[in-house]
Every structure is written in C-alpha cells, then in structure tokens.
C-alpha cells in the first residue's frame, strides 16, 4: 500500500497569514504515461464529510476560493492557505488515487492564533 | 447535482453483520463514468477505504486487504443504490461509514460526492 504522511499534525496560524501543509508518498504517484500526479487535497469540518479543495495535485475545484494552492510532484506536496481566514479552520487530509488501495494521509488540523 | 442517501442502523452487536445502503440521486449505478465506494472514518484508523464496486460492461469490485475476508459491496439497478455488507464485526470496526462517488473520465479520480455519514458503533 502506498503510505501518505502528512505534517504538521497540527498547524497555528494568525488570519491573514499563510499556512503550508505537506503530504509525502511512499512511492511516486506521478503517472509517466499523461504526466499527472493522482493527489487530491479535501477539507473537513467537525460533522461534515471532506470536501474535495484541488485535484491532480494542482487543480482547484470549483468554487474553492483562489487562496487554496497545490504544488508538488513525484512524492512529495504542499497545500497552502496564502491569507488564511476564519471559514478555513478544519483538518486538511491528502489522498492517493495512483492506485487501489486508496489511501489518506493522517491528517492536519488548522487553527486560528 | 449528485446527491447520495445512507441508510442502515448505529449499533451493531460484535460477531454480526453491518449492513449499510447508499441511494443514488442524479446519477445511476450502472454509469460508465462513476465508482462507488465505501470509505470509514475512526480516531484510530483515521479516513480509510474500505472498497469500490463499478459497471464497465460487467460489475468490478475492489476491496482493501484489511477487511477483504469480510466485506461486500454490491449494487442494485432496480433502486439505483449500492450497499456494505461487513461480516463477524468487532469493537475496533466502530466508525463513522460513508458512501462516496468517484468521477471517471478515463481516469477515475477523488472522492467528489459523499453521504452525511453513519456513525455506526459495535457494542453488546
């Protein structure tokens, strides 16, 4: 199974600043053939399913505003919250769709300052 | 918009069968362009995959290593809905269960529509 870790486990952040979580794979989830990396990034909020925020580890859903950003390749990926607000404070989980079985990271859960 | 439905009980008694229904709205079971997964969620385990079932031209299921002697995902065309069926249960399969969909064009990709989620506790 390819293991996903995240960190921090948990990220302090004041409004307006930045927040930068990663995500590491254990094994490359790149796919050479179309050159695309199969990472999604989602939110939770307490009673909520996740919410799909980027796939293909750059692209932003609809609706999600532009302050969510992917980056990364190969193994290693980074979600940022360039100016963080309030609606924001959640856990962040990454997830592999490289191959079954589908896996998530751990977890990061981001609060206010 | 697609919009799923669980249903199934909260309190399962160790040894016995969890038994979870996820209907589908806005969407068929049968689509060439979708999978249906189950997905739980527990402190312990965190958000983990439990399985998939799709149609492309026959049904296809996938199911994770750790509970592949157990579970069963099937779906049902009549009601356009797709169930779990999780055997011989015990205390650490307590969890938050969630249906979800995985859009595929081509490639099927995230977990982009989900259940409300049934916390389903096993207990005596």
């Known amino acids: 199974d390819i293991v996903m870790t995240q960190s921090p486990d948990s990220l302090t952040v004041s409004l307006g600043e930045r927040a930068t979580i990663n995500c590491k794979s254990s094994?490359?989830?790149?796919?050479?053939?179309?050159?695309?990396?199969?990472l999604t990034w989602y939110q939770q909020k307490p009673g909520q399913p996740p919410k799909v925020l980027i796939d293909w580890a750059s692209t932003r859903e609809s609706g999600v505003p532009d302050r969510f950003s992917g980056s990364g390749s190969g193994t290693d990926f980074t979600l940022t919250i360039s100016s963080l607000q309030a609606e924001d404070v959640a856990i962040y989980y990454c997830?592999?769709?490289?191959?079954?079985?589908?896996?998530f990271g751990g977890g990061t859960k981001v609060e206010i300052k | 918009q697609v919009q799923l439905e669980q249903s199934g009980p909260g309190l399962v008694k160790p040894s016995q069968t969890l038994s979870l229904t996820c209907a589908i709205s806005g969407d068929n079971v049968s689509s060439y362009s979708a999978a249906w997964n189950w997905i739980r969620q527990s402190p312990s385990r965190g958000l983990e995959w439990l399985g998939r079932?799709?149609?492309?031209?026959?049904?296809?299921?996938d199911y994770a290593v750790s509970v592949k002697s157990r579970i069963t995902i099937n779906p049902d065309t009549s009601k356009n809905h797709f169930s779990l069926q999780l055997t011989s249960v015990t205390p650490d399969d307590t969890a938050v269960y969630y249906c979800?969909?995985?859009?595929?064009?081509?490639?099927?990709?995230?977990?982009?529509?989900w259940g409300q989620g049934t916390p389903v506790t096993v207990s005596s």
């Open positions: 997830q592999q769709f490289y191959v079954v079985p589908f896996t």
């Open positions: 979800a969909r995985t859009p595929c064009g081509g490639d099927c990709y995230s977990f982009e529509n």
């Open positions: 079932t799709f149609y492309r031209s026959k049904w296809y299921n």
């Open positions: 094994q490359s989830i790149l796919y050479s053939a179309n050159k695309k990396n199969y």
